[in-house]
């Protein structure tokens, strides 16, 4: 099982619309969760952090974490063609400082 | 501006030579990390440094050596025992104190062993 998961996609949705990316974790104690943007051929680009269990909204983004379950979510609203991006999840173990990342989750967003 | 600059964007070597990747941060951050990305996969970490002339071992450091002897300096040898060289390297920095351990990325180096 890997320590962080994602689906690789491509996510697929009409502009306008909500897109929803899932993250899960494996490490219980993981205590710091952060979403990047990838466009090809770039470099990840931080988009939003969550510590706390609940939701953090920033622009047209919401990052959901719930610790419980193990998940945590980015929610982009009215998603327009240039959100279309690889997605990465990252994890912070509680006892370092690096950053464990998911393999990214592609989103295509349809003019 | 603040920045993490990251040269050559683009390096090719034949095998067997060793390659030196620059990574120069102005933020002022006490922590930098080297990345290594293949063809549709996540980040894999190479090394990562916390404070100066201190460095630890990352996930696939096999094959690759740093250094750290200024705050805002990360330079990256990838040596000729690395198997498959080939790749994007990307160079992250961050501070280390509670609360901010958000990483922040330069633009990269691809690079090509033929």
């Known amino acids: 099982q890997k320590e962080v998961e994602q689906n690789s996609g491509p996510l697929s949705v009409p502009e306008g619309a909500i897109a929803s990316l899932n993250c899960t974790y494996s490490d219980r104690g993981s205590q710091s969760f952060f979403w990047y943007r990838q466009y090809s051929g770039k470099s990840p680009e931080l988009i939003m952090f969550?510590?706390?269990?609940g939701d953090k909204e920033d622009g047209r983004f919401t990052a959901q974490l719930n610790k419980a379950s193990q998940y945590v979510s980015l929610l982009i609203r009215d998603s327009q063609p240039s959100d279309s991006a690889t997605y990465l999840c990252?994890?912070?173990?509680?006892?370092?400082?690096?950053?464990?990342f998911g393999s990214g989750t592609r989103l295509l967003v349809r003019p | 501006d603040g920045g993490i600059t990251q040269s050559p964007k683009y390096l090719f070597r034949k095998e067997g030579q060793n390659v030196t990747l620059s990574c120069e941060q102005n933020?002022?951050?006490?922590?930098m990390y080297w990345y290594r990305q293949d063809p549709g996969q996540g980040l894999r970490l190479i090394y990562y440094s916390q404070i100066v002339n201190d460095f630890q071992k990352g996930d696939i450091a096999e094959g690759y050596s740093v250094s750290r002897e200024k705050k805002e300096s990360f330079p990256l040898t990838v040596t000729s025992a690395q198997k498959n060289p080939t790749a994007f390297y990307l160079c992250a920095s961050s501070i280390t104190r509670t609360g901010g351990y958000e990483q922040y990325f330069g633009p990269g180096t691809r690079l090509t062993v033929t």
């Open positions: 933020l002022n951050h006490d922590a």
């Open positions: 969550i510590y706390s269990n």
């Open positions: 990252a994890v912070k173990r509680d006892s370092s400082y690096k950053l464990i």
